[in-house]
């Protein structure tokens, strides 16, 4: 029986219907990192190409590569539609191709292009047939809610990583900076810029650890997108 797990977050996209058309066993859950789990360690991350693009600007994009690589050892990044398309709605085109070099050689993303939902679905189906058939099947299939951590340097990563606008490589040089996270807590907006070289990112940053926690929502922040600037991490 081929079987996925996808997030449910997806159920609307269409992709998992056309799945059920050809066969799949559809089981849907909330997951902590990507969007469909095909087997123990196997996971994929469908992305349009507009969609990758705005991660990439936000900088959640390479949040959530670092996050996969760490929870699952095969991640697939699928992009759907023309890259083409991207030209005509901005000119900083050329960011998207040097990020998805990094997500292949940075973070070992396999990347498969589609051309539309019924192609990802179709690819999808492949990816399933290969890890689920014959002597690629690994088994029942393993949701990881958290990453597997050897080091406490690998979790002092993954907490930095996971603020807004912090990739790994901001990650690094902000706990390089302070030695601990506790101290860069307690630094100032100043300081935070004078590691990372963003004083916008310094700002969010700060914002986080100083806000008093409300469940009323009365700490909304703005659109990221007031956040992107050129800074790279």
């Known amino acids: 029986?081929?079987?996925?797990?996808?997030?449910?977050?997806?159920?609307?996209?269409?992709?998992?219907?056309?799945?059920?058309?050809?066969?799949?066993?559809?089981?849907?859950?909330?997951?902590?990192?990507?969007?469909?789990?095909?087997?123990?360690?196997?996971?994929?991350?469908?992305?349009?190409?507009?969609?990758?693009?705005?991660?990439?600007?936000d900088k959640r994009f390479?949040?959530?590569?670092?996050?996969?690589?760490?929870?699952?050892?095969?991640?697939?990044?699928?992009?759907?539609?023309?890259?083409?398309?991207?030209?005509?709605?901005?000119?900083?085109?050329?960011?998207?191709?040097?990020?998805?070099?990094?997500?292949?050689?940075?973070?070992?993303?396999?990347?498969?292009?589609?051309?539309?939902?019924?192609?990802?679905?179709?690819?999808?189906?492949s990816?399933?047939?290969r890890y689920q058939n014959g002597t690629n099947n690994k088994g029942p299939i393993v949701l990881h809610d958290k990453p597997k951590f050897e080091t406490i340097d690998q979790i002092q990563l993954y907490v930095v990583e996971s603020l807004p606008r912090v990739g790994g490589k901001t990650a690094v040089k902000l706990l390089t900076e302070f030695n601990t996270i506790k101290d860069l807590c307690n630094s100032s907006v100043a300081d935070i810029e004078k590691a990372i070289g963003s004083r916008k990112t310094a700002e969010l940053i700060y914002k986080i650890f100083n806000t008093p926690y409300s469940t009323r929502q009365s700490n909304k922040i703005s659109s990221l997108s007031e956040f992107i600037d050129n800074d790279k991490t």
Request: hydrophobic letters at 45%.
């Open 1 to 57: 029986m081929l079987r996925i797990y996808v997030d449910t977050r997806e159920a609307q996209s269409g992709i998992p219907d056309l799945l059920r058309e050809n066969g799949v066993t559809v089981f849907f859950q909330q997951l902590s990192v990507g969007d469909y789990v095909i087997a123990q360690d196997v996971v994929i991350e469908r992305k349009n190409v507009f969609d990758l693009l705005s991660s990439i600007f």
């Open 62 to 125: 390479f949040d959530q590569l670092a996050r996969l690589k760490t929870t699952y050892l095969n991640t697939f990044l699928l992009i759907e539609g023309s890259l083409e398309a991207v030209r005509s709605v901005t000119e900083k085109w050329k960011i998207l191709n040097s990020a998805l070099v990094s997500a292949a050689i940075d973070y070992d993303a396999k990347i498969i292009y589609s051309a539309n939902k019924k192609d990802s679905a179709d690819v999808i189906l």
């Open 127 to 129: 990816i399933i047939k």
